[in-house]
């Protein structure tokens, strides 16, 4: 068997399960191991261009492995962590949705707030310029007032 079907025959089988590869940081270095060992061999085989395709086929398949987190623990131990992990996400998910819901419901009172607040200032201009009417009434008035009295004044002079 040449050096290259042992690496590649090593590789399928942790792939597959067979080899105790339990800890995903010890499956992803033996694999990354095994694939240069793969790369080196396919440079210098026989047939260059089927060991380079089988090559690149393997590196596939160990990157999905890695991404998909297959094969590096046993099926028991992965469903717990599956089920921890999915347990983590909806507690985290359940927290977001109440950080939501008050926010939400802030945005509504302050909304309120900022209705009956316009509604204030709206009251609070009429009442000023009602204000400012009188104002000037009264102004208009004690000039009248005081143009009479001047009159007056220079008729009882």
Known sequence: MSGFGAYEQELQSVLAGDMSVTDPSKFQSETSSLLGQLKLEARSAEDRKEATARYKKLKEEVDRKVLLGGGTVPKGAQANQDRARLMATNDKLE????????????????????????TQLAANREVIQKQQDRVKEVSSMADMASNITKRMSKWWA
């Not at 509504?108 to 607040?117: K, M, P, Q, S």
């Open 95 to 118: 927290n977001q949705n109440d950080r939501l819901r008050n926010i939400h419901n802030t945005v509504a009172e302050i909304e309120d707030v900022g209705g009956e607040i316009t």
